[in-house]
């Protein structure tokens, strides 16, 4: 029997890819409002509560109180805001992140969906804490940039209308959002120092890690990290570790339209590079929120991504 399905927010950018990559499958049976009930509180408690699954793609506030309305029935929950992604009960929609991550998900009530940012640095940090290479202290800095459709409709709508910089640096405050999921689930003891931008393409993400291997633990090579990282990730479906070395140009779009992300170990003998290329909509968005769905509903965490 098909599952239903609600997206609560899906014509915001992640719900509208989300819905578009679940409304041919005839395994869910998606619940969908008129447009003039989307916003209606009754409305959308009727929806969330006859849903087997409700995809939550809102504001934060607006997914607390989503959460707050299914908490006595049982509804299950997978949340692409930043409300709950380290919240106690929530559990961490990275399926790739440790093991037993994706059983974990699939027996959960409540998933919270990774932000894009932190799937390309934790993807990079957490096989590396596992392994012993990168102490739990050490001071770690995170590089990135974002296809413009991160920001969401209204910066959209300025790069539509050209009115955007061609390219910018934001959150230097040390503030962002993203900064708690990625100290949690790093498994690091001090916050990284973070610094996003947004270049003048529409999708795509490259983050990068670089490292003092002196700072690290015994000292280790480039070679030990891409091992660590390649051991971690064998046959992921969806993650890739590319041949260890300089690969030249490193394209930010390389993996759009997929779920996929692809990871790099660059450097020399005493520093190194990690850099992680995904798709900000695919991969950082709502290709994961598809692949947690898969996971939750017991289908191949595949379906509808190929």
Same mark, same amino acid.
């Given at each position: ?13 992640? =719900?509208? @890819?989300?819905?578009?990559? /679940?409304?041919?499958?005839? $395994? ?14 009754? +409305? ?5 509560? #006859?849903? *087997? ?9 607006? #997914?607390?109180?989503?959460? @707050? ?8 929950? /997978?949340?692409?805001?930043?409300? !709950? ?34 799937? %390309? ?11 012993? /290479?990168?102490?739990?202290? /050490? ?7 974002? =296809? ?15 009115? +955007?910089?061609? =390219?910018?640096?934001?959150?230097? %405050? @040390?503030?962002?959002? !993203? ?9 690091? *003891? ?8 947004? =270049? ?11 490292? !003092? ?10 070679? *030990? ?34 779920? %996929? ?6 450097? $020399?003998?005493?520093? #190194? ?15 994961? #929120? ?17």
């Amino acid at each position: 029997m098909a599952q239903k399905i609600f997206i609560d927010g899906e014509v915001g950018t992640t =719900g509208l @890819q989300i819905a578009a990559r /679940l409304e041919t499958r005839g $395994d869910i049976d998606l619940i969908r409002l008129d447009e003039s009930r989307r916003k209606d509180r009754n +409305a959308r408690a009727e929806a969330l509560d #006859a849903a *087997d699954i409700a995809i939550l793609c809102l504001p934060d506030d607006a #997914a607390r109180e989503a959460a @707050q309305i299914v908490a006595g029935g049982d509804t299950r929950l /997978l949340d692409a805001s930043t409300a !709950h992604r380290v919240a106690p009960d929530w559990v961490y929609g990275f399926a790739e992140m440790t093991a037993g991550q994706a059983q974990a998900i699939a027996g959960a009530r409540f998933v919270a969906n990774p932000g894009c940012y932190p799937t %390309g640095a934790i993807g990079l940090i957490r096989p590396l804490r596992e392994a012993g /290479l990168l102490p739990a202290d /050490l001071g770690v800095s995170i590089n990135a940039v974002s =296809g413009y459709t991160g920001g969401g409709k209204a910066l959209i709508a300025e790069y539509d209308a050209g009115t +955007a910089p061609k =390219g910018f640096v934001y959150g230097t %405050g @040390q503030a962002h959002k !993203h900064l708690p999921e990625m100290a949690q689930y790093g498994l690091l *003891d001090r916050a990284p120092i973070f610094v996003p931008s947004v =270049g003048n393409f529409a999708q795509g993400m490259i983050v990068q890690v670089p490292l !003092h291997l002196a700072d690290l633990a015994d000292t280790p090579t480039p070679g *030990d990290l891409h091992g660590a990282l390649a051991a971690h990730y064998a046959g992921s479906q969806f993650v890739t570790v590319a041949p260890l070395g300089d690969p030249g140009r490193i394209d930010a779009e390389a993996m759009n339209d997929t779920n %996929g992300m692809t990871l790099y170990v660059c450097g $020399d003998a005493t520093r #190194a590079v990690l850099v992680a290329v995904l798709d900000n909509l695919g991969k950082g968005a709502s290709g994961a #929120a598809v692949q947690n769905l898969n996971l939750m509903l017991g289908v191949d965490p595949a379906t509808g991504l190929t």
